[in-house]
Structure formats: C-alpha cells, structure tokens
C-alpha cells in the first residue's frame, strides 16, 4: 500500500473506532494503565492489519514501506492513543529479530510483539556498565547443550512487565571486551530470573534491576552467532534512534501545541517560542530524512546520532518551556493534566541519558563523521 491511502484509509479508521481506542484515563495514567492501553491499541490495530504494514511477510507482515510504521506511530500519538516510548520497543527490538533470530523464531515471536500479546525488554546495561557497554560481564556459559547466564543488568526498560529479554552477555573473558559478547532472547519466566522495579525521579516504575542465577537459555535462543553480540547490539541501537524517534518528535509536537494552548496570556515568551520550535522543526527535519533512508533499505548506522541529539535537545526545551510557562503545573499541582506535564518535565531530564548519552552521541559524530580524532 502506498502511504498516501495508508493515512487516508488509517485515519479513517481512527476515526470510526475512536470510541473503542480512547483510554479509558484522563492525563497519563499510571504505567499500568499506559501499558494495558498499549496492548489494547496494538491488539486492535493488528486485527484490523494496521500493525503489520510496513513489516515482513515472513513475520507475520503485509509489506510495504517502513513509512507506513512511522506513520502509524505518528498518527497513534498525535490522538494520545498510545504512549510513545512505551510503544518504541517494538521498533527497536522487532527489527533485531527479525536481521537475527533464525527465521522460525522470528516468524514465532515478531507476531506476539507486533499485536501486543507480549511485552519485550532490552537487557544491555550494568551496575558498571552504560557507555562503556563492551565491558559488560553477565556471563554465559556453555552446558547441556545450551547456555547459563549468571549476572546483573539494570535500567531494563519495562522488565516487569516482559515476557522475553533481548540480552547481552559475556561468553569470551573480560578482556576480549566487544568481541566476546552473545546476544540471547531470553524467556523472562525461567527459574533463576529476579526482576525489582526501580521507581524514576517522575514516580514511575520505568525500569528495573534483572537479576539472572544460572538461567537456562536454549542453544536455538542466540541471536546471530556467538561472539557477534556486538553487532547485533550495534545494528539495534540505529533502531533507537530511527522510526521510534519519529513518533517522539509527533509526541513532541502535540505537546508543545497544548502547551500554547493551556498556557495563560503572556505567559510564553515568544521569542523563547520561536527557539523551541525552531528546534523541534530541525529534529522532525532530519528524522523524516532518516524515515526515508530506512524506506529505502539503507544501513543505519552512526549518522543516526545527530537525530538523538537532536531530539533530546528538543524534548527538554519543550518542556522547559512547560515550566516556565505553567510552573503551578509542573511544580505543585495535582489534577491529571499537571501531573503529567510534572513527569514530562521530569522525563526530559533522561532525554540525554537513554539511548546513549548526549556526550557519547557527541563522540560519535565527532570521531565517526567529522574524523576529529580517534574512535576508542
Ligand atoms: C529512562 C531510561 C531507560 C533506559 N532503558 C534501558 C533499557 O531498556 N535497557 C538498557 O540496557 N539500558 C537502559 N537504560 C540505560 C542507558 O542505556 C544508560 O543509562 C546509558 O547508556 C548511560 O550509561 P550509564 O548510566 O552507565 O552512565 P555512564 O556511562 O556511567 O556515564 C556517566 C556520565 O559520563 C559520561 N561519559 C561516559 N563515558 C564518556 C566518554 N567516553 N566521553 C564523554 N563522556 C562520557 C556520560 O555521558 C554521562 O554523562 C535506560 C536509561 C534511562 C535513563
């Protein structure tokens, strides 16, 4: 399908099951509520085939464009239908199985995520591993013709809430850093796996510790080969930045127009205005170019940093500019709507941290696209 009938037959569509797509909550509502929304808006989205353009028919896909996925996204955020960086796992981790996992897996697994019957987690960082991901030391080890992992992860976005983990672990010793790393898909239900919660400074339950105690994981569970989880984790991490981007730059937007919207005369400082949009124009800018360099079967690869930049640099101006404007809001008050500029605001804070933090996305660009010095 073309994208031109994509959106018109799409918002058509929206618009005639709007009744039963609305959240059932006024402002953010809670993660659980965000969560079992998500899973309703996927669940109907799927059956009525919106979910599956712009995937591969070998998944459980129709076909088409990856402009169909950033659409929908878009289109999903810009009525509050979903949140989108809850929805975003499905961009990132989807794509990693479908270039990894032996097909039937993938043919397995892509569905469930696809039409949100499961929820998956990205299992890379450590307590002293973050930037510096080729240090990280969960380790497996070979037995009974599979593997055993025994370690710790954290900051594992939605871990409670998952039924399977993308994982890096360490199968080579310490010192062979990026080359020793395997990437599993890992059933979040096996005996040995603890999963606490961590609540963020915006009263969230976002992430969690994951705890692994010799935990069995199939031999036909490796994504790509052993040793080669660095490229499976350095192929996912363009995804992070690529069609998710695209919706928050949408969530972006919508939130930016209530801000005008709600904010009392005089309230918002035009020129501090004209910046933030000027901002967020230059993000949504370059990620539309990004969507239609995946379109077109490009490898995204370290380009992809300046977008992460890029929005991160406009998500907080947003909503600095939130705080300046509504400050009983973002400070103090406790009706719906406040609350959830409050967790927005506080949010923004971690747009430089996840995904790579803003000096690690300087480096990059620094080293790998201007050659201003050597990559490490
Ligand atoms: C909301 C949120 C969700 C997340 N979800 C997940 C998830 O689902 N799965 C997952 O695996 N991880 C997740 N993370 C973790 C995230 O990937 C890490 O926090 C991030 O990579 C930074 O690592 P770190 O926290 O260990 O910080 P560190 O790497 O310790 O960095 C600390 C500071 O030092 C700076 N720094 C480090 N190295 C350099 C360098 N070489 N040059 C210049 N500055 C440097 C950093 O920029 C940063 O300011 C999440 C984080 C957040 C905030």
Same mark, same amino acid.
């Given at each position: 399908?073309?994208?031109?009938?994509?959106?018109?037959?799409?918002?058509?569509?929206?618009?005639?099951?709007?009744?039963?797509?609305?959240?059932?909550?006024?402002?953010?509502?809670?993660?659980?509520?965000?969560?079992?929304?998500?899973?309703?808006?996927?669940?109907?989205?799927?059956?009525?085939?919106?979910?599956?353009?712009?995937?591969?028919?070998?998944?459980?896909?129709?076909?088409?464009?990856?402009?169909?996925?950033?659409?929908?996204?878009?289109?999903?955020?810009?009525?509050?239908?979903?949140?989108?960086?809850?929805?975003?796992?499905?961009?990132?981790?989807?794509?990693?199985?479908?270039?990894?996992?032996?097909?039937?897996?993938?043919?397995?697994?892509?569905?469930?995520?696809?039409?949100?019957?499961?929820?998956?987690? $990205?299992?890379?960082?450590?307590?002293?591993?973050?930037?510096?991901?080729?240090?990280?030391?969960?380790?497996?080890?070979?037995?009974?013709?599979?593997?055993?992992?025994?370690?710790?992860?954290?900051?594992?976005?939605?871990?409670?809430?998952? $039924?399977?983990?993308?994982?890096?672990?360490?199968?080579?010793?310490?010192?062979?850093?990026?080359?020793?790393?395997?990437?599993?898909?890992?059933?979040?239900?096996?005996?040995?796996?603890?999963?606490?919660?961590?609540?963020?400074?915006?009263?969230?339950?976002?992430?969690?510790?994951?705890?692994?105690?010799?935990?069995?994981?199939?031999?036909?569970?490796?994504?790509?080969?052993?040793?080669?989880?660095?490229?499976?984790?350095?192929?996912?991490?363009?995804?992070?930045?690529?069609?998710?981007?695209?919706?928050?730059?949408?969530?972006?937007?919508?939130?930016?127009?209530?801000?005008?919207?709600?904010?009392?005369?005089?309230?918002?400082?035009?020129?501090?205005?004209?910046?933030?949009? $000027?901002?967020?124009?230059?993000?949504?800018?370059?990620?539309?170019?990004? $969507?239609?360099?995946?379109?077109?079967?490009?490898?995204?690869?370290?380009?992809?940093?300046?977008?992460?930049?890029?929005?991160?640099?406009?998500?907080?101006?947003?909503?600095?500019?939130?705080?300046?404007?509504?400050?009983?809001?973002?400070?103090?008050?406790?009706?719906?709507?406040?609350?959830?500029?409050?967790?927005?605001?506080?949010?923004?804070?971690?747009?430089?941290?996840?995904?790579?933090?803003?000096?690690?996305?300087?480096?990059?660009?620094?080293?790998?696209?201007?050659?201003?010095?050597?990559?490490?």
């Amino acid at each position: 399908m073309e994208l031109g009938d994509f959106r018109r037959r799409l918002d058509a569509w929206l618009d005639e099951h709007d009744g039963a797509l609305a959240p059932p909550y006024e402002g953010a509502g809670t993660l659980d509520e965000q969560m079992a929304q998500l899973q309703k808006v996927k669940r109907l989205a799927y059956d009525a085939g919106w979910m599956r353009w712009g995937w591969a028919e070998r998944v459980g896909g129709l076909g088409g464009s990856a402009l169909l996925r950033a659409y929908l996204g878009e289109a999903l955020t810009a009525r509050e239908l979903i949140e989108p960086g809850l929805f975003s796992m499905t961009e990132v981790l989807a794509p990693t199985m479908i270039d990894y996992a032996n097909p039937a897996l993938a043919a397995e697994m892509v569905p469930r995520l696809l039409r949100g019957d499961e929820t998956w987690c $990205q299992g890379f960082s450590e307590p002293g591993t973050g930037s510096n991901l080729a240090s990280l030391a969960c380790r497996a080890v070979r037995r009974d013709g599979g593997w055993r992992v025994t370690g710790q992860k954290v900051w594992t976005s939605l871990a409670q809430y998952a $039924q399977r983990c993308v994982l890096l672990t360490r199968t080579g010793t310490l010192e062979s850093a990026h080359r020793g790393i395997t990437a599993l898909f890992v059933d979040m239900d096996t005996p040995g796996i603890t999963v606490r919660p961590i609540e963020t400074m915006h009263g969230v339950e976002e992430f969690s510790e994951v705890f692994f105690d010799d935990v069995a994981v199939p031999e036909h569970r490796m994504l790509g080969a052993e040793g080669a989880g660095w490229s499976v984790a350095m192929d996912l991490l363009p995804y992070e930045r690529s069609t998710a981007l695209w919706h928050r730059a949408a969530y972006l937007h919508l939130r930016l127009q209530q801000l005008v919207d709600a904010a009392p005369p005089g309230a918002v400082d035009p020129a501090t205005l004209g910046e933030v949009t $000027q901002l967020l124009y230059a993000f949504r800018a370059r990620s539309r170019a990004t $969507q239609h360099r995946l379109a077109t079967g490009a490898h995204l690869g370290a380009e992809t940093s300046i977008d992460k930049v890029l929005m991160a640099s406009a998500e907080q101006a947003v909503f600095e500019l939130a705080a300046d404007a509504l400050p009983g809001a973002v400070a103090v008050a406790d009706d719906p709507r406040s609350v959830r500029w409050r967790r927005d605001y506080l949010f923004s804070r971690a747009a430089t941290i996840y995904g790579g933090t803003a000096e690690i996305q300087r480096n990059i660009i620094a080293r790998r696209l201007l050659d201003l010095g050597d990559d490490r």
